[in-house]
Antibody, heavy 124, light 110 residues
Framework: QVTLRESGPALVKPTQTLTLTCTFS??????????VSWIRQPPGKALEWLARIDWDDDKYYSTSLKTRLTISKDTSKKQVVLIMTNMDPVDTATYYC????????????????WGQGSLVTVSS | QTVVTQEPSFSVSPGGTVTLTCGLS?????????PSWYQQTPGQAPRTLIY???TRSSGVPDRFSGSILGNKAALTITGAQADDESDYYCVLYMGSGIWVFGGGTKLTVL
């Protein structure tokens, strides 16, 4: 059974750095083709894709946010970490991690399992 | 900057049929964008409905179907039910490891 769970601070101050952890089970990020993404959703607004990390440590970032994002993984702990720098109130959102079905040629490129999300509020 | 477009809102009568669309600000959506659709109710994580244009995710009722209509991806709900009232998001895989979500459609069943 595949599960993902996000964890991190509920409140951060403007200009601070946010660190979120996605802890997963039911699959391994050392398995060829596996990958995990982060997606966020401001209150009442649309989903926004942020970043992806692959089993081979390839990393991809949203064009608009790539200067502020770092994604990494700890395969043994079954965790994916997202770091976002210079937080601003507009970054207030629920942050989701999601598994992508397969990240290889011929994939269907969709998010097949989602975590429940972690609400992060940016406020002084 | 690529923008994925969706109708902000739509209304359907119980038992009716509705088609939500997913377009591009510039260009046409094709199967090569691997359009997928997600349903979200308030306070819940998104649920995968359709992927690779028209493949239903496990457990999704067959009243949900996906297609390409003209230059857009489409999600059709046939025989809408009250619990279909949700937000629906499409997302397109742009290649090079990047996805772009649409703005979502709020579907009302009344």
């Amino acid at each position: 059974q595949v599960t993902l769970r996000e964890s991190g601070p509920a409140l951060v101050k403007p200009t601070q750095t946010l660190t979120l952890t996605c802890t997963f089970s039911g699959f391994s990020l050392s398995t060829s083709g596996m990958c995990v993404s982060w997606i966020r959703q401001p209150p009442g607004k649309a989903l926004e894709w942020l970043a992806r990390i692959d089993w081979d440590d390839d990393k991809y970032y949203s064009t608009s946010l790539k200067t502020r994002l770092t994604i990494s993984k700890d395969t043994s702990k079954k965790q994916v970490v997202l770091i976002m720098t210079n937080m601003d109130p507009v970054d207030t959102a629920t942050y989701y991690c999601a598994r992508i079905s397969r990240c290889v040629v011929g994939s269907s490129w969709h998010f097949d399992y989602w975590g429940q999300g972690s609400l992060v509020t940016v406020s002084s | 900057q690529t923008v994925v477009t969706q109708e902000p809102s739509f209304s359907v009568s119980p038992g009716g049929t509705v088609t939500l669309t997913c377009g591009l600000s510039s260009g046409s959506v094709s199967t090569t964008y691997y359009p997928s659709w997600y349903q979200q109710t308030p306070g819940q994580a998104p649920r995968t409905l359709i992927y690779s244009t028209n493949t239903r995710s496990s457990g999704v009722p067959d009243r949900f179907s996906g297609s390409i209509l003209g230059n857009k991806a489409a999600l059709t709900i046939t025989g809408a039910q009250a619990d279909d009232e949700s937000d629906y998001y499409c997302v397109l895989y742009m290649g090079s490891g990047i996805w772009v979500f649409g703005g979502g459609t709020k579907l009302t069943v009344l």
